[in-house]
């Protein structure tokens, strides 16, 4: 009956002869996970993929052509959709995505089950993912709607570590996918409206540049050549000292050692590499070795002590630092493009302060402490004889808290202890302060100002010296407490250890991808309840589960350059006055210091995500969503002749009649019983 029905309803389609290509939503490839021997494995799987699929016709000679064989599908992972964006003409700040006709993302850097948070992403908005404004409206139902377009958007972007925003002139051109429902769209920032074409290196000759003595290299985990492996690398380490400054960097100098020897071979050989990238690195080893000999002779000043570690990133991958002894500071930070300070120091077009992050006061803590490193970082830019700027390089620097606290101390020098300075940055986070609330102002480098003087944030903010923003990530993953018991005795049945294996088993198989043990001990606490007496000794476990988190970030407002006002505290009034320092990103404020006798409100303005129920859904105006363009309900060549008429049949009369007599008899007996 099945199969009948689907092939009366498919056979418009089939006359049609129409390639209806069909897309799934994204989802975790089933195959994540593999069972052998009783021993739960996770396997190298696809990820996060996407089914299309196409029906079969019947065309065979001398049918009716007027069924439907089957239905063939592909699965397409949303990595091979990323891969063929130009990523590298992007650049580190520019990115793509895709969405479907109901405006869900297919991919997106923003979207947390790309980068592992999430076993199976939800189907997220694009206006969830992007910041929800007028503009990103239209964008969104021109791209569902298949529109090709360009547009320039004045947009707050989120810097990678998500504590950090600012206003960005983004251009996003977007075209409809031929053969799909999905849209395309690119972002282009603005120091990659142009990018360079280098040629004329010869890659046989490999990595031959220069490396001047004490500098060491890091190399971005990019794919230069196909049979280059970088599922391993997080950087390449070369140096004569490097082993013998930085503790335990023997194995890793030897490890990048041969990996770097690997791309060297490949280049000799002239594999099959990626040219462009290539060629762009043999350009920045070239390009930047000039730096070496400056680089050592500012190093050799001892007035420099604080500044530990002076480096360069370019655009094709390559980090060069110094002095080796430093290594250990920025390996992390190999792949630049992933790094915050890179990003950063595009985006701006001054120097970028940045210090690591920290929610309160950190006793444990020193000036010594590579934790507590200021990095300050600039973009080189370059002029674009037809318009325009490129930046292929960031130049900085990591030095100690105290570099910076002697510039605020001097500042500050001749006032009286009734006033407390501040050196901020541009989402209001401490990089310096006289601040004497502890021994070491290093304690406090990397605080949110509002969680160390809430009265004075609260302040710059209604003085429009900042912009407070708020947002939701409906991404985000909250810590939970699962109780569960056991009994000393208990009158009902509980599983034997046998029992439970067959159980974790089951529960194996039927929940692969989630936390087995808790699906046990769920299910004993279920059980046993309500009939376990005795002693009952309660357990918890911490647990994960999908929630929505509030983000909150704050960035220069229209008053910023310079600003001063006053501000009452319960017992006293306190004053300030700021202003912006040039050619960076930081802000300078002094204000009257609390004491005894003058004492604010000390309700702490966290910037920390935290848990929320989200907007009012009920209340919210619906997205726009687009409806299936095609429609195969009826064709005028359709071969309707085998179907029946419903007028043309009538109900046999001696059926009737034997089943209203049957029906009088069972309402006397039910009667009778009663």
Known sequence: MEKEYV???????????????????????????????RVLYERSNMGMITTVTL????????????????????????????????????????????????????????????????????????LEVELDTAVKTVLRKEMINGVTNERVIDTLVWAPDMFHAGRRNLTYCHTHITNTDFS???????????????????????LTASIGENVSLLLAPFKYCDDFDTNFLTGIIVGE?????????????????????SLDELLKAKAKCDKELVQNLLWDLEATSVVDSEWAAAYADEANEDVRSLFLATNGGLTRLYPDSAIGLHESEANNWAAHYYSRALAANDFVYSAPYREYQNESMDDDDDETLI???????????????????????????????????????????????YLLDDAGFVIATTWTGNQSEAFVVG????????????????????????????????????????????????????????????????????????AVSGWLHSALADDVVGDELILTEEEE??????????????????????????????????????????????ATAEDDDCRCDHTPISVQPRRVDGPDVCNAKPHYRRRPSDCYSMNPNEDDSDCGRGSSRFPSAQLMIISTILISIINKALVASQ
């Open 545 to 590: 589960e999908n929630c929505i988190k509030l983000l909150i970030q704050h960035h220069y407002g229209p008053h910023s350059s310079d600003a001063m006002g006053t501000f009452n505290c319960s017992t006293c009034e306190r004053s300030f006055k700021s202003r912006q320092v040039a050619h960076s990103n930081l802000l300078f404020v002094v």
């Open 241 to 261: 000292e490097a082993t013998e400054l930085h503790p335990g960097i023997s194995d890793l100098h030897l490890k990048y050692g041969q990996a770097l020897s």
């Open 375 to 421: 990095t300050i970082a600039k973009a080189i830019s370059m002029d674009v004889p037809a318009g325009g700027i490129f930046k292929p390089a960031v130049v900085g620097t990591k030095v100690s808290p105290a570099f910076i606290e002697s510039v605020v101390h001097s500042a500050t020098y001749g006032s009286d202890d009734d006033v407390v300075s």
């Open 447 to 518: 605080m949110f100002l509002g969680m160390l003087d809430p009265a004075l944030m609260t302040r710059l903010i209604e003085a429009d010296v900042y912009t407070r923003v708020e947002d939701y990530d409906y991404q985000a993953l909250c810590k939970i407490q699962v109780q569960f018991g056991s009994a000393g005795s208990a009158p009902v049945y509980i599983p034997s250890i046998s029992n439970l294996h067959l159980l974790v088993e089951k529960a194996i198989r039927a929940h692969m991808s989630v936390n087995l043990y808790a």
């Open 7 to 37: 092939q009366v309803l498919s056979r418009p389609m089939v006359i049609s002869r129409t390639k209806h290509f069909l897309w799934t939503n994204v989802y975790l490839d089933a195959l994540a996970w593999l069972i052998e021997n």
């Open 184 to 206: 395309l769209s690119l972002v282009v920032p603005p120091e990659n409206q142009h990018h360079l074409v280098i040629s004329g290196f010869d890659a046989s000759t490999g």
């Open 55 to 126: 029906p079969v016709y019947n065309v065979s000679y001398e049918s009716n052509n007027q069924t439907i064989l089957g239905v063939m599908g592909l699965d397409v992972t949303t990595r091979e959709m990323i891969d063929t964006i130009p990523k590298r003409q992007l650049g580190a700040n520019g990115y793509g995505f895709a969405i479907n006709p109901n405006g869900f993302v297919l991919f997106h850097p923003l979207m947390k089950g790309q980068m592992g948070y999430l076993t199976d992403p939800p189907s997220l908005d694009l």
